[in-house]
């Protein structure tokens, strides 16, 4: 399957300051990239959905102005959490659709994730 | 899409074909069944998918009920590898985002 890579893998920052993570897909073109956020013994919460060169639609509860989606190419999107507090330390994954799947292969692949703990 | 209900949680002893269930009763007839688990700190990892017939990889084996009101997902030798949250989720191919429930925490025990 294709290949999603995030960096960091893990960041530990002090409050207030800003941090980037960055999402890339690999080996193939990416047009939709999706934001996840994972706290301590729950499932993944959808954050944002990001498609490349226009805004990132973000869900209910998930804050524009704090995490700063940008899609700019077909293989990297970036998730910046501004103005980091300690609440927002979570784990977070994002995944990128393979628009050349069809039917029987899967198009949605996933990022190995990037621990944020924010002191 | 459908909304999928799976145990909290399963054992299940080494070597032995480890069988999770998931229901999805409101599942509409273009909505598929992916299953995907997340090993502790690592991204979720795809493992199979389907519409309505038995699909099988080199990962596992997947059943889908004739009515597609349940399914389940096979390991058919499991490894103390293969313990993580397993997550059933039933959505229309492509459609934009994926959403996951509280899934099935597999453990594999020697």
């Known amino acids: 399957g294709a290949v999603v890579s995030q960096h960091p893998s893990r960041v530990i920052c002090k409050s207030g300051t800003s941090v980037k993570i960055e999402c890339r897909s690999l080996?193939?073109?990416?047009?939709?990239m999706f934001w996840y956020r994972q706290f301590p013994k729950q499932s993944l919460m959808l954050m944002a959905t990001?498609?490349?060169?226009?805004?990132?639609?973000?869900e209910q509860g998930v804050e524009k102005d704090k995490f700063l989606i940008n899609h700019a190419s077909l293989t990297l999107s970036t998730l910046t959490v501004t103005s980091a507090h300690p609440e927002d330390s979570s784990f977070y994954i994002c995944?990128?659709?393979?628009?050349?799947?069809?039917?029987?292969?899967?198009?949605?692949?996933f990022g190995p994730g990037t621990r944020l703990t924010v002191l | 899409d459908a909304k999928t209900t799976q145990p909290t949680s399963m054992d299940c002893a080494e070597g032995r074909a480890a069988n999770l269930p998931c229901n999805h009763s409101?599942?509409?007839?273009?909505?598929?069944v992916y299953w995907y688990r997340q090993i502790h700190s690592q991204g979720p990892q795809y493992i199979i998918h389907?519409?309505?017939n038995n699909e099988t990889n080199e990962m596992a084996s997947l059943i889908i009920t004739e009515d597609r009101k349940s399914s389940t997902l096979i390991l058919p030798h499991a490894t103390l590898r293969d313990t993580a949250v397993y997550y059933c989720?039933?959505?229309?191919?492509?459609?934009?985002?994926?959403?996951f429930g509280a899934g099935t925490r597999l453990t594999v025990k020697p």
């Open positions: 409101t599942i509409s007839g273009n909505e598929y």
């Open positions: 995944s990128a659709r393979d628009p050349r799947a069809g039917g029987a292969y899967n198009e949605q692949f």
């Open positions: 990001s498609n490349e060169g226009s805004k990132a639609t973000y």
């Open positions: 389907g519409l309505k």
């Open positions: 080996d193939f073109q990416a047009t939709t």
């Open positions: 989720i039933v959505r229309v191919y492509n459609n934009n985002d994926m959403r």
